[in-house]
C-alpha cells in the first residue's frame, strides 16, 4: 500500500505539469498557425522548443515583425492579431515541422499570459 502512495506522489507533479504554460503556449501556436496559414498547408511532424521569456523585444520590432509576415509564404497576408496592448516582457517557442516535404520553422512571440499570439517570424 505505502508502494503505491508514493508511486501516487511521485506521477502526481507530473500530470501537472503537463497542464502548465508549454501545453498553454503550444495550443495557442497550433490555433494560430490553423487559422492563419495559407490555405491548402498543412503542417505535420509539429515539434516546439521550450516556452521561455524574453525582454528583447519592442513595439517597433513587434510592427516589423508584422510587416514582414504580410510578405512571407506560409502565412495568409491578412493575419489576425488580437488588440495590441503593452508589454515589458514576451514569452517566446519556436516551431519546427513539415510542409510540403521540406522541413520548416517560425518563432513565435506571445503574451505573458499565453493568451495571444504578438508577432512571429519565418525562420
Known amino acids: 500500500m505505502k508502494r503505491l502512495i508514493y508511486i501516487i506522489i511521485g506521477i502526481a507533479p507530473l500530470l501537472f505539469a503537463s497542464c502548465g504554460p508549454q501545453a498553454e503556449a503550444e495550443e495557442l501556436v ?14 505535420s511532424s509539429v515539434h516546439f522548443t521550450d516556452v521561455d521569456s524574453t525582454h528583447a523585444m519592442t513595439d517597433s520590432i513587434v510592427i516589423n515583425l508584422r510587416q514582414l509576415a504580410r510578405q512571407g509564404k506560409r502565412y495568409r497576408p491578412d493575419l489576425k492579431y488580437a488588440p495590441d496592448e503593452p508589454f515589458t516582457k514576451l ?4 516551431v519546427k515541422y513539415e510542409l510540403e516535404n521540406e522541413e520548416v520553422s517560425d518563432t513565435y ?7 495571444r499570439v504578438v508577432a512571429f517570424k519565418e525562420n
Open 30 to 43: 497550433e490555433q494560430f498557425m490553423e487559422q492563419n496559414m495559407r490555405e491548402g498547408l498543412n503542417p
Open 91 to 94: 514569452m517566446v517557442t519556436r
Open 109 to 115: 512571440y506571445l503574451d505573458m499570459k499565453l493568451t
